[in-house]
């Protein structure tokens, strides 16, 4: 596995709360996203990260922000979480540097957000 | 946002057969890539493809690059009951990653 974690697993919320998932890399792989799946849908981009600093949105990101203050570490927030936002939520990494698997993309475990 | 169609949507095969699957895209990818995701658990990664025409395999999966760029295949060969899930594909532009909506696989032993 490509070292990424995902905290909190599984979380269960009310409508109108901020809510913040984190993701955790240990591979230094310069790219970080946040994707949503939905049945249906499948995996929809929210937000990515080229660099500490360096965000941008993706397809979905309406109602999502983000921060990577570190290489490691690239937050989800929802400022008011909606029941629409219901989820689960899956961070991705690659562009590791020096390897042949730069343009590979490897998955968290996901966290699954329920907003009642 | 781009999307890349992906057939089947679900199988339902006999343990022992053979399993193709295909994606297809409008536009020209960079690199394919095919994933398995089981239920509850986030997608691993199973084949990369970074050359139209490449042929890889892992095991007993193989799957190859198109050469026209716009699609790819993935085969399954000998399936094992534990090959249940879903399989999906994704493509790089060198910009982002487009996704597939998945091929449920279901072996009956």
């Known amino acids: 596995d490509a070292g990424i974690t995902q905290s909190p697993r599984h979380k269960v919320t009310e409508t109108g709360t901020p809510v913040t998932l984190r993701c955790h890399q240990t591979?230094?792989?310069?790219?970080m996203y946040w994707y949503r799946q939905d049945p249906g849908h499948g995996l929809r981009l929210i937000h990515y990260s080229y660099g500490v600093k360096d965000t941008d949105k993706g397809e979905v990101s309406d109602g999502y922000s983000v921060s990577r203050s570190k290489t490691e570490d690239f937050l989800l927030t929802l400022e008011s979480a909606t029941s629409s936002q219901t989820s689960v939520y899956f961070c991705?990494?690659?562009?590791?540097?020096?390897?042949?698997?730069?343009?590979?993309?490897?998955f968290g475990p996901g966290t699954r957000l329920t907003v009642l | 946002g781009q999307q890349l169609n992906q057939s089947p949507q679900s199988m339902f095969i006999q343990e022992g057969e053979d399993v193709s699957m295909n994606c297809t895209s409008s536009s020209i990818f960079n690199t394919w890539l095919w994933y398995k995701q089981d239920p509850g658990e986030g997608p691993v990664l199973l084949i990369a493809?970074?050359?139209?025409?490449e042929l890889t395999s892992n095991g007993r999966l193989t799957a190859q690059f198109g050469i026209t760029r716009k699609d790819s295949f993935l085969n399954i060969s000998a399936s094992i009951p534990s090959d249940v899930g879903i399989y999906f594909c994704a493509g790089d532009t060198g910009n982002q990653f487009y996704f597939g909506t998945g091929t449920s696989l279901t072996v009956i032993p």
């Open positions: 991705a990494i690659s562009g590791r540097t020096g390897g042949e698997s730069y343009n590979e993309q490897f």
């Open positions: 493809l970074y050359k139209a025409g």
């Open positions: 591979e230094n792989h310069r790219y």
